[in-house]
């Protein structure tokens, strides 16, 4: 009779084990598989659309290469670091606006993040129930030049604007335009208000290239052809600068005698 | 005892039996119910859990098809292009700043330095005014000014040719 009367506590106890340690683990098993589904059919969707249109697309890059919105792109952000390039700019704007450039001074502003978080994407080890990640916007590594210039006042101004939008990605940091005050032989102050002297700040970035782990889950894969309108604005906004040309004669026996 | 007590006592007895078999029943029942509840989730799972493996085979096999030398140009290029979107206006227009000055610089007033800083977002103004009148005027005509967030004065004194040498300070308000 006492074991009757303790089968309902027990069956109860037994019950509620069951559904604790057995029933629930597996519901929230249940819950984790079908978002990892769900994750994997639209990676399934991602991938369908990068087998379909990467061909297609990798020959739209390659001929866009060597059109002006190709050379947008790469002028815009290079890969290397080429200082080379702002300093003809520089040189180019100085060139046109009257003004001297002076000291030119650079500054190593690799690591910082101007323009965004970077990341590649997790990487996949093949694990079933890994969701892969969509690689972010990588963030460009950056030098500042900064460079001490002359010259009137509308030639500073020409100078500080064309250099502003240099077809390259830059900020202008800072600038300043000061009067150059200078005393005579009676010691009198004379201001030369037609030759003002300044310091220019700006930041330019590159992007060197890089392995996208999971890169085809990217939304341009979805497509067979880029979005070409933020190129084709931009290349209407910003002045081209005529490339360097190459020196007539290169090379001497003693580099140390003109 | 007679016969009428014997017999009801019997039928107590009978009556706490089936109830002990309907109560032993119902825990049966329920127990039952909940395995096979749970092997049904069971099932269910590992029913999941090959969709998932199916679906993962069939990425990787078709990601072995494809070329990540492609994949990483293409989305280079892409980023590229993303960059050119977003960078566009990260920089100040120098024309505008120096074009707000000019178009509000008050006679009898002469700079002798203008800097402008991108990441503090201040311009520092340096001059000479005829009067302190002057310096006021040129303050209130700079706080009207719809790029110009809040202007401070840093100095104020007359110098040997008893003009005003004034130092003004400008956080921007909104992107020039």
């Known amino acids: 009779m006492a074991l009757k009367n303790l089968s309902f506590p027990i069956f109860m106890s037994v019950a509620v084990l069951i559904g604790v340690f057995s029933i629930k683990p597996t519901v929230e098993s249940i819950l984790d598989k079908r978002a990892v589904l769900a994750a994997k059919a639209d990676e399934g969707v991602k991938v369908d659309g990068t087998v379909q249109n990467l061909d297609a697309l990798y020959s739209s890059r390659a001929s866009l290469l060597d059109t002006a919105e190709g050379k947008a792109v790469y002028g815009y952000l290079p890969v290397s670091i080429s200082q080379d390039q702002v300093v003809d700019i520089f040189n180019y704007y100085a060139a046109q606006t009257g003004v001297t450039v002076n000291n030119i001074a650079f500054t190593d502003q690799s690591g910082k993040t101007s323009l965004g978080a970077s990341s590649d994407g997790a990487s996949s080890d093949g694990s079933t129930t890994e969701v892969v990640t969509i690689p972010e916007t990588p963030t460009p590594a950056s030098f500042t030049m900064t460079a001490d210039i002359q010259g009137p006042?509308?030639?500073?101004?020409?100078?500080?604007?064309?250099?502003?939008?240099?077809?390259?990605?830059?900020?202008?940091?800072?600038?300043?335009?000061?009067r150059q005050d200078t005393t005579d032989a009676s010691g009198q102050?004379?201001?030369?208000?037609?030759?003002?002297?300044?310091?220019?700040?700006?930041?330019?970035?590159?992007?060197?290239?890089?392995?996208?782990?999971?890169?085809?889950?990217?939304?341009?894969f979805s497509g067979r052809e880029f979005n070409l309108d933020a190129v084709k604005g931009f290349i209407a906004k910003e002045t081209a600068i005529p490339p360097l040309a190459d020196p007539q004669t290169v090379g001497r026996s003693n580099p140390f005698v003109l | 005892m007679n016969l009428a007590q014997a017999s009801q006592q019997q039928q107590r007895k009978s009556s706490e039996g089936r109830h002990i078999g309907k109560g032993l029943f119902f825990l049966f029942s329920v127990l039952a119910g909940m395995l096979a509840i749970w092997g049904g989730l069971t099932y269910y799972e590992s029913r999941l859990s090959g969709e998932i493996d199916d679906v993962s085979a069939r990425?990787?096999?078709?990601?072995?098809?494809?070329?990540q030398d492609k994949i990483d140009a293409v989305a280079d290029f892409q980023f590229r292009m993303d960059g050119i979107a977003v960078g566009q206006s990260a920089s100040a227009d120098p024309e505008k700043l120096l074009s707000s000055v000019e178009s509000s610089v008050l006679p009898g007033i002469l700079l002798s330095k203008y800097t402008f800083n991108s990441t503090s977002r201040k311009i520092e103004m340096t001059g000479e005014a005829e009067s302190f009148r002057t310096v006021v005027q040129q303050m209130t005509v700079l706080k009207k000014l719809p790029e110009v967030g809040t202007l401070s004065v840093l100095s104020l004194k007359r110098d040997g040719k008893g003009l005003i040498e004034f130092s003004f300070v400008i956080t921007l308000g909104q992107p020039v």
């Open chain 1, 153 to 178: 006042y509308e030639g500073i101004r020409a100078f500080l604007a064309g250099i502003s939008h240099p077809g390259r990605s830059s900020v202008l940091t800072s600038f300043s335009i000061v």
């Open chain 1, 189 to 220: 102050i004379v201001t030369d208000v037609g030759r003002l002297s300044g310091t220019v700040s700006a930041e330019f970035f590159y992007l060197p290239q890089k392995k996208y782990r999971n890169g085809y889950m990217l939304s341009v």
């Open chain 2, 59 to 67: 990425i990787a096999e078709e990601r072995q098809g494809m070329s």
